[in-house]
T-cell receptor
Framework: DSGVTQTPKHLITATGQRVTLRCSPRSGDLSVYWYQQSLDQGLQFLIQ???????AKGNILERFSAQQFPDLHSELNLSSLELGDSALYFCASEGPRATNYGYTFGSGTRLTVV | LAKTTQPISMDSYEGQEVNITCSHNNIATNDYITWYQQFPSQGPRFIIQ???TKVTNEVASLFIPADRKSSTLSLPRVSLSDTAVYYC???????????FGQGTELSVKP
């Protein structure tokens, strides 16, 4: 157990639908990162939140959005789903500065769009 | 962000030492070098991080030459369970947003 909790582990939904993926970071970690991993694209950075505020954006589609709540958990919302959105979605959290253990990743949510 | 280049795949046998080299010619002064390991359908796992010279932990060693334009991850005496994808990342430890390249798929055979 990495300390980063992602739910649900698996999600199957139809095209056009909307889903919400949830991430709880390690205790004390303020930063949350979202990554998408598909077979043909590798690990793609989507977005970063730090203490409730958006800090950096990557290749995140306009159909996708995220937020980080006061208790520091984060949600990734995916809407108007397409078959190509099928992927593993990982959340990672990062500890305070002056440490060098890098990111801690959760076990991911496998999204299948049918 | 500095781009990294590493071999797409490597094969090894149990008990051997494996060295995976990563090139990062455009590394910036503030950038650290970090290596992650990923098993299928699992999130990447931090292995080791360094800035210069040599870093060693209970899992691996990281060798960084003086010019820092490359780095080598050394895995001593690999076992079948070391079969995974290994990613080399370069980034500012203060800046977040690590960008993953394609990684090196290491296959350890009996």
């Amino acid at each position: 157990d990495s300390g980063v909790t992602q739910t649900p582990k698996h999600l199957i939904t139809a095209t056009g639908q909307r889903v919400t993926l949830r991430c709880s970071p390690r205790s004390g970690d303020l930063s949350v990162y979202w990554y998408q991993q598909s077979l043909d694209q590798g690990l793609q950075f989507l977005i970063q939140y730090y203490n409730g505020e958006e800090r950096a954006k990557g290749n995140i589609l306009e159909r996708f959005s995220a937020q980080q709540f006061p208790d520091l958990h984060s949600e990734l919302n995916l809407s108007s789903l397409e078959l190509g959105d099928s992927a593993l979605y990982f959340c990672a959290s990062e500890g305070p500065r002056a440490t060098n253990y890098g990111y801690t990743f959760g076990s991911g949510t496998r999204l299948t769009v049918v | 962000l500095a781009k990294t280049t590493q071999p797409i795949s490597m094969d090894s046998y149990e008990g051997q030492e494996v060295n995976i080299t990563c090139s990062h010619n455009n590394i910036a002064t503030n950038d650290y070098i970090t290596w992650y390991q990923q098993f299928p359908s699992q999130g990447p796992r931090f292995i080791i991080q360094g800035y210069k010279t040599k870093v060693t932990n209970e899992v691996a060693s990281l060798f960084i030459p003086a010019d820092r334009k490359s780095s080598t991850l050394s895995l001593p005496r690999v076992s079948l369970s070391d079969t995974a994808v290994y990613y080399c990342l370069v980034g500012d430890i203060q800046g977040g947003k690590l960008i993953f390249g394609q990684g090196t798929e290491l296959s350890v055979k009996p």
